[in-house]
């Protein structure tokens, strides 16, 4: 989440600093002292040992909130000694920029230089989701400023496997796929000369399918399993090069998940994943779960003899779906946002781990010959890298499975995904995996408002600003709960986050889906906003459903929770879903 009063006053600094920053060095005239190196007992090497190039996709990220500016500032204050390492940023993608140095108009490669960030090239209006201005800046970056070992982060938004990484403002929000950035990595020549570290300051991104991918072309992955805060990765990180410039990409990764961790805290309510990958090992994770699921898939062979009604849970297709809605889920939202379809590699296996013991098991040991290290808050045991699992997004299948078909991923697993797919798609009698009660509210002859939802029955319910808002559980670490409210904020679909921790809920801020990307952070709610919120509804003469939208309200302050007493001539009910996802209603 943005800090209001963070925000602001970072932001206000970053202005300063990068006015400053662009303009030239005071002339041998003034009298200025020379500026002194931190670490002065290292002995000057020829050229510095890293070459690290930043992707930074601005997005809405900047033109809302100045988030990139922020980063910016970051690593101009992080002290790094341009002696060990070139650090070459590409600005674009964004309708602003939150500081008067950077142009909204151009794509612009700046060079970090001893706190200084200075105009190395103008590449001039392109488009950031394109693997061609990937392919460009990486190849401007090597040839220009050769180095011993190279490092690329990606910075913004970002989707899994499905989706990928990042969208340009200026070009109908472009983004790059898995397949742009392979060909953007060959024509390159990385496959002859690998990335040291391939970074993703972006959600989502810490994929096996990614993995993959990028082990042709890169040593080392660091990414997030799930959503990241807006502020992202702490770059201060960078100033750790002086005192080992020649480390490797394993310990600069380490720096970097525990910089991320520190910066937010152990008691931070935000949902925090890093890992650090060892992509020479990251094959044999692939074909560990493509045996998984043969011998998944035989499971199914098992169920297709057989009546499903007359099958107990524990065996056949049911069986695998049931685990499948148990496994940690990443980049989940309110029923109206729930298509990332993202899993933990290792929560899948263990969910698996009574059916297929030594199938799960080989893919739980390929896990941790890969993953070499890996911190989170998550309140279950994360692994350190997921894949795409559908589920949730369903009602997409057939295009979700059309993608990650081209991926060229393990053959057996991505048939299972297709089988999978296919009885999820079956209404049959299937077993109920979760039941919530419900508060629904009368409208007219049957039919009926959902406006409360909660795992244990209750009397009260939720209202923001005075509106009821159903919340529905999406995540969970340590120290809070993440619930999603469907809504409409300023004419665009969204998703009201709100935490509870410390028996206090909070608005968070709202967080909205840019094509299949997945945001990065929560936008802020401020007032003169326009909110209105989303409700079910359903007519339980007819069985129709819909989801009808409240009057919209101006936002005054902040939105504030409140809970209050369900009426007495409200009904109560069920809300039941069952283990291929679909969800029923009953009205007591």
Not at 462 to 468: H, R
Not at 488 to 516: A, Q
Request: charged letters at 25%; hydrophobic letters at 40%; aromatic letters at 10%.
């Amino acid at each position: 989440m943005v800090n209001r009063k963070y925000a602001f006053f970072v932001t206000l600094a970053v202005l300063i600093m990068l006015i400053i920053t662009v303009e030239p060095p005071p002339s041998p005239e003034q009298d200025v002292p020379p500026r002194q190196s931190r670490h002065q007992g290292i002995s000057k090497v020829d050229a510095p040992v890293y070459t690290i190039m930043v992707y930074m996709n601005g997005s809405d990220l900047e033109s809302d909130f100045g988030l990139a500016t922020d980063d910016l500032a970051e690593m101009l204050d992080s002290g790094l000694d341009s002696r060990y390492a070139n650090v070459l940023i590409l600005t674009g993608g964004t309708k602003r920029w939150m500081n008067d140095a950077i142009p909204e108009n151009e794509c612009i490669i700046w060079q970090l230089s001893d706190g200084w960030l200075d105009e190395v090239d103008n590449l001039g209006k392109i488009n950031m989701g394109n693997p061609d201005t990937l392919r460009d800046f990486m190849l401007f970056c090597i040839e220009n400023y050769p180095a011993e070992k190279y490092g690329l982060i990606m910075w913004d938004h970002g989707g899994g496997s499905i989706a990928g990484f990042g969208h340009d403002e200026k070009f109908n929000n472009s983004s790059l796929t898995l397949p742009d950035m392979r060909q953007a990595f060959e024509e390159v020549g990385l496959r002859d000369n690998k990335l040291e570290f391939l970074g993703f300051d972006a959600c989502l991104m810490a994929t096996v399918e990614m993995a993959v991918l990028a082990a042709d072309y890169a040593r080392v992955l660091v990414a997030s399993e799930d959503l990241e805060p807006g502020e992202g990765w702490d770059y201060h990180f960078l100033g750790m090069l002086n005192d080992n410039p020649h480390m490797d990409g394993f310990e600069l990764g380490e720096i970097i998940v525990d910089t991320f961790m520190d910066f937010y805290g152990e008691n931070s309510d935000e949902i925090l994943t890093l890992s650090v990958v060892n992509l020479e090992h990251v094959r044999p994770v692939m074909d560990a779960m493509g045996a998984l699921m043969t011998a998944a898939l035989d499971e199914m062979e098992f169920t297709c003899c057989r009546n499903l009604a007359s099958l107990p849970d524990t065996r056949g297709f049911h069986a695998l779906a049931k685990r499948r809605g148990l496994t940690k889920t990443f980049g989940e939202g309110s029923p109206r946002d729930n298509y990332a379809d993202m899993v933990d590699i290792g929560d899948m296996a263990v969910q698996l781990q009574d059916l297929f013991p030594r199938e799960a098991e080989a893919v739980l040991q390929a896990l941790q010959n890969c993953v070499v290290y890996n911190r989170h808050n998550s309140d279950v045991e994360l692994w350190g890298l997921s894949t795409f699992y559908i589920y949730g997004g369903k009602s997409m299948g057939m295009e979700s499975l059309e993608i990650y078909s081209e991926l060229g991923m393990d053959d057996y697993y991505t048939q299972y995904l297709h089988e999978f797919f296919q009885g999820l798609k079956s209404r049959g009698n299937a077993p109920v995996i979760r039941r919530e009660f419900v508060a629904w509210q009368p409208r007219t002859d049957n039919v009926y408002r959902m406006v409360g939802l909660c795992e244990r029955e209750n009397t009260r319910f939720a209202k923001i600003n005075g509106y009821p808002a159903v919340l529905y559980p999406i995540a969970a670490t340590e120290n809070a709960r993440k619930y999603a409210t469907p809504a409409n904020i300023n004419n665009r679909e969204v998703d009201i986050i709100v935490s509870f921790s410390d028996n206090t809920y909070k608005v968070l801020g709202s967080r909205n889906r840019i094509e299949n990307v997945f945001q990065k952070g929560h936008d802020l709610i401020l007032p003169g906003d326009e909110v209105g919120i989303y409700y079910f509804e359903k007519n339980f003469s007819t069985a129709a459903e819909t989801w009808v939208m409240s009057e919209k309200f101006t936002v005054q302050d902040n939105l504030q929770i409140v809970w209050e007493t369900v009426p007495l001539e409200y009904k109560r009910g069920y809300r039941r879903t069952d283990v291929c996802n679909n969800v029923s209603y009953m009205l007591q």
